[in-house]
């Protein structure tokens, strides 16, 4: 998330806890905190919350009615809509291919998805790590696989 995107989601909260209601100026401590999915990744911002909201989500405290209509529309998934994405990660592509994520490259080998170019200090992962350290719309195709012909 950059800092236009941090204006909106800001905006669209007007500054209160999406949960319940409270100001950012009047929470304690004073200020409202990125509430994101945890089992999706960093990238899947449900919303702004005070700190108390976001303990007990944490927590895993009973959320109040409020709390689940805040949880059952999440911020991303709105904001995907609106630039026609979808939140659910694309099929795993095939051996050989290659993708890009904010700033590196990775392809698909045997092994998993090796950083490219080889022996850059970066981990090898595995396609749902690579979803959920980047998200969805963070990654995109660089080299698709060349198609296998079968030997003569």
């Not at 998993?112 to 719309?137: C, D, F, I, K, Q």
């Amino acid at each position: 998330m950059d800092c236009a995107e941090f204006a909106v989601l800001l905006a669209a909260y007007t500054d209160r806890c999406g949960i319940c209601g409270v100001r950012g100026p009047d929470a304690r401590p004073p200020w409202l905190v990125i509430d994101h999915d945890h089992k999706l990744g960093d990238w899947a911002v449900r919303g702004m919350i005070c700190s108390g909201c976001n303990r007990r989500i944490r927590d895993g405290v009973r959320p109040p009615a409020e709390a689940a209509a805040y949880l059952a529309n999440p911020w991303f998934v709105r904001r995907l809509a609106e630039r026609g994405l979808s939140p659910e990660p694309m099929p795993e592509p095939p051996v050989g291919t290659v993708i890009a994520g904010r700033k590196h490259k990775w392809e698909r080998t045997e092994r998993g998805w090796e950083p490219t170019p080889p022996g850059s200090r970066r981990y090898t992962s595995t396609w749902a790590g690579l979803n959920h350290g980047l998200g969805p719309y963070n990654i995109r195709i660089v080299r698709a696989a060349e198609a296998q012909t079968p030997a003569a």
